[in-house]
């Protein structure tokens, strides 16, 4: 009795499943590598408003702590920005050089630089003890440039 209703179920379920795996494979490289832009200019804007907010004659507690949060979230989704063929092959306008992929373990161990500075940073960024800041921003920042002067193509 039950039969039908069943395997009609088991289908619907190997459908599903079958599409939510295809789905992220079937991303375009030019979306992702449009979406990885996005983030990293985010990104780029919440380090401005650290440096920004570090220039002012009483820093923004309330900036500096939504900044590291934005700064946090992007360390975490970078891990994704960088699928297969979404490099100098794409034949899309992208500065990611093809050691990012060649050399994926360098690459990766500037991810995680970058990760755990970024964790180190939202630590200290609402504490108001602006030493602490300023420096915690410094080795934050260093991680960027130390990835981009790797795998960054220059302008
Ligand atoms: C692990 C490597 C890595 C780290 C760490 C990293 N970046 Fe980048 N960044 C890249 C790559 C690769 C690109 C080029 C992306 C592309 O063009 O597809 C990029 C691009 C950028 C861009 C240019 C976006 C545009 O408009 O084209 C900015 C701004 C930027 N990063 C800021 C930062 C800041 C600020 C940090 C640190 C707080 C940082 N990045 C950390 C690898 C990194």
Redesign the pocket.
């Known amino acids: 009795m039950n039969r039908l209703p069943t395997l009609n179920k088991f289908r619907i379920l190997s459908v599903l499943a079958v599409v939510g795996l295809a789905t992220p494979l079937l991303a375009a490289p030019a979306d992702s590598?449009a979406s990885?832009?996005a983030g990293?200019?985010d990104?780029?804007a919440?380090?401005?408003s650290v440096n920004d907010s570090l220039r002012a004659p009483s820093p923004d507690t309330g900036k500096l702590k939504a900044a590291a949060q934005t700064?946090r979230a992007?360390a975490a989704h970078?891990y994704k920005w960088?699928p297969r063929g979404?490099g100098p092959e794409a034949g899309v306008?992208?500065?990611?050089?093809a050691a990012?992929w060649t050399n994926s373990a360098e690459?990766k161990k500037?991810?995680d630089?970058?990760a755990a500075k970024?964790i180190a940073f939202e630590g200290v960024a609402a504490s108001g003890d602006e030493a602490a800041i300023r420096s915690a921003s410094r080795v934050?920042?260093a991680?960027?440039k130390?990835?981009?002067d790797q795998?960054?193509?220059e302008k």
């Open positions: 590598i990885r832009i990293y200019r990104l780029g919440a380090f401005k700064i992007s970078q960088f979404t306008k992208t500065a990611a050089k990012i690459f500037a991810q630089a970058f970024a934050l920042g991680t960027c130390s990835c981009h795998f960054r193509e």
